[in-house]
């Protein structure tokens, strides 16, 4: 009888084991899911910023044709990203492109003072932030699932429950880059 017992507990405390193992990974996924829904968010938040912003500083800057047209396709190619990596990378091309167009910015006092421009550069400057924010929670998210699939014993069964490793939301090897300032 006590041999019963012992195999009824050992049963049980498997099912326990599956049970909370399965339930957390299904708990961390979800939370992977909500945090690209917030970077999703915020990436289309800029995005629809961006148009209000350029026909503001083409008032001022019309010669400056190719930094307008970088930032448009910088900004379809964000809209029509479907994947972590290439938003990732949209999304950084998008970021250059507006650094050239608040580079121009500067060379127009008038524009700087503009009510309207300054409100959208406080904006896009706000909803960069939350990107940033988005993007680390994110990748917060991931790190812990990623750990609780490569810890023993779950490395054993994950696979079983179909729990796959995530990938991470990186920067491109040109936000790595050493930034160079002159002052010539």
């Given at each position: 009888?006590?041999?019963?017992?012992?195999?009824?507990?050992?049963?049980?405390?498997?099912?326990?084991?599956?049970?909370?193992?399965?339930?957390?990974?299904?708990?961390?996924?979800?939370?992977?899911?909500?945090?690209?829904?917030?970077?999703?968010?915020?990436?289309?938040?800029?995005?629809?910023?961006?148009?209000?912003?350029?026909?503001?500083?083409?008032?001022?800057?019309?010669?400056?044709?190719?930094?307008?047209?970088?930032?448009?396709?910088?900004?379809?190619?964000?809209?029509?990203?479907?994947?972590?990596?290439?938003?990732?990378?949209?999304?950084?091309?998008?970021?250059?492109?507006?650094?050239?167009?608040?580079?121009?910015?500067?060379?127009?006092?008038?524009?700087?003072?503009?009510?309207?421009?300054?409100?959208?550069?406080?904006?896009?400057?706000?909803?960069?932030?939350?990107?940033?924010?988005?993007?680390?929670?994110?990748?917060?998210?991931?790190?812990?699932?990623?750990?609780?699939?490569?810890t023993f014993p779950n490395t054993?069964?994950?696979?079983?429950?179909?729990?796959?490793?995530?990938?991470?939301?990186?920067?491109?090897?040109?936000?790595?880059?050493?930034?160079?300032?002159?002052?010539?």
């Amino acid at each position: 009888m006590n041999t019963l017992w012992i195999i009824l507990g050992a049963i049980a405390l498997l099912l326990t084991y599956f049970w909370t193992l399965y339930n957390g990974l299904v708990t961390l996924k979800t939370q992977i899911e909500e945090a690209w829904s917030q970077i999703d968010i915020q990436l289309k938040r800029r995005a629809d910023l961006i148009p209000n912003l350029v026909s503001t500083v083409k008032g001022y800057a019309k010669h400056e044709k190719t930094v307008f047209s970088d930032v448009t396709k910088a900004r379809s190619a964000l809209m029509g990203a479907t994947s972590l990596p290439d938003k990732a990378k949209a999304s950084d091309m998008l970021t250059g492109a507006l650094g050239k167009l608040f580079a121009v910015a500067e060379n127009y006092p008038q524009l700087k003072a503009n009510e309207n421009f300054t409100q959208l550069q406080k904006e896009l400057s706000d909803t960069e932030d939350k990107v940033a924010y988005s993007r680390q929670y994110y990748n917060s998210v991931v790190n812990d699932y990623n750990i609780k699939i490569r810890t023993f014993p779950n490395t054993l069964v994950n696979e079983m429950l179909g729990f796959h490793e995530k990938e991470f939301f990186a920067a491109d090897e040109a936000e790595r880059k050493s930034v160079k300032v002159s002052f010539e």
